[in-house]
């Protein structure tokens, strides 16, 4: 199957603007203030939006699914885990609603996404 070039630009463009998008600084650190940015529709669901509809959005999914693939190696699991834990310390999120999200988006991630939880431990 021949992809037509306007396709095949499109795609370029797709992978060309994620690889730029990804929020690691120059030395490949995460950066936990993009990653919040990220999550905040996750943190907006799993603060009040689950009562209402109890659907995960979709914006908060595609997040998880590119959070996921971030975690390349041990440091940027950890650091991903601290972002989370970090966003969800002061607020007050049902543990089963927020352990839940990730299994919800089909995704699994390598720590359970909870404000109590050891990132030195996944």
Same mark, same amino acid.
Request: proline letters at 5%.
């Given at each position: 199957?021949?992809? =037509?070039?306007?396709t095949?630009s499109?795609v370029?463009i797709l992978?060309i603007?994620?690889?730029? =998008?990804r929020?690691y =600084?120059?030395d490949g /650190?995460?950066?936990?203030?993009? %990653?919040a940015?990220?999550?905040k529709?996750c943190?907006?669901?799993?603060?009040?939006?689950?009562?209402? @509809?109890?659907?995960?959005p979709? @914006?908060?999914?595609?997040? %998880?699914f590119r959070?996921? &693939?971030? &975690?390349?190696?041990?440091? /940027?699991e950890? /650091? %991903?885990c601290?972002c989370?834990?970090?966003?969800?310390q002061?607020?007050?999120i049902?543990?089963?609603?927020?352990i =839940?999200?990730?299994g919800?988006?089909g995704?699994?991630?390598?720590f359970? %996404?909870?404000?109590?939880?050891?990132?030195?431990?996944?």
């Amino acid at each position: 199957m021949r992809l =037509s070039s306007s396709t095949f630009s499109l795609v370029a463009i797709l992978i060309i603007s994620l690889l730029l =998008s990804r929020p690691y =600084s120059s030395d490949g /650190a995460v950066k936990c203030k993009e %990653i919040a940015q990220r999550i905040k529709p996750c943190i907006d669901w799993m603060s009040i939006g689950y009562k209402s @509809t109890g659907i995960v959005p979709k @914006t908060c999914c595609n997040e %998880i699914f590119r959070l996921n &693939g971030m &975690g390349v190696n041990r440091e /940027a699991e950890l /650091a %991903i885990c601290e972002c989370f834990k970090s966003e969800m310390q002061d607020l007050n999120i049902d543990d089963k609603v927020s352990i =839940s999200i990730s299994g919800r988006c089909g995704v699994l991630l390598p720590f359970p %996404i909870v404000p109590n939880v050891n990132c030195s431990e996944i």
